[in-house]
């Protein structure tokens, strides 16, 4: 699947698939700048671990997990997952890392947040999404922000960041939020 929208000019974003595994992708995870807020970051990362990984996500089926794209090239620069979905609540998280810190700042984690929190409202018929923060990391509370995102609450020494107590910072987006992103197109 493919998820794309004429108004974001620079990404799209695509189903995962075992022949995402690659060599660049173990580099990113294995990558101390890439990882540093990363739960990965906690076992070293080989090509197998990867393709475990990818083949639990696409059997489970309350998680969806899409690269993330270049639109110039097809080029995978990250990932971008929402779930585990609770379809009592129909609540899930959102998460996602750019692994190619060439784009790094660009807006590419903006665009691919409200990429898939309109799919995740519209297709999935989600009512919330929630993402985390370590506090330190700014850039990726940012971009929810940005995206439309609204803090949720702050879990105080939630996390060990480098054996260190770390708030987590906590933010939502609810359907009634929809008209703040843009249209999308998905292709199967």
Request: hydrophobic share 40%.
């Amino acid at each position: 699947m493919k998820i794309t929208s004429e108004q974001l000019p620079t990404i799209y974003l695509q189903s995962i698939s075992e022949q995402d595994t690659s060599e660049q992708y173990v580099s990113w995870l294995n990558d101390p700048l890439v990882n540093q807020y990363l739960e990965t970051r906690f076992q070293t990362q080989n090509l197998a671990t990867i393709l475990n990984f990818i083949q639990g996500i696409i059997a489970t089926p309350n998680e969806h997990l899409f690269t993330i794209r270049l639109k110039s090239n097809n080029q995978h620069i990250g990932n971008i997952k929402v779930g585990p979905i609770n379809s009592i609540h129909n609540v899930a998280d959102v998460s996602l890392f750019i692994g190619d810190k060439n784009w790094w700042g660009k807006g590419i984690a903006k665009q691919a947040i409200q990429l898939i929190s309109r799919y995740s409202i519209k297709t999935l018929k989600l009512r919330k999404l929630s993402a985390g923060a370590y506090r330190p990391n700014k850039g990726s509370t940012i971009a929810f922000i940005n995206s439309g995102y609204i803090e949720d609450a702050i879990l105080a020494d939630h996390f060990l960041l480098n054996g260190q107590p770390c708030d987590l910072v906590k933010v939502c987006f609810f359907e009634q939020q929809l008209n703040q992103l843009p249209q999308i197109t998905i292709d199967k």
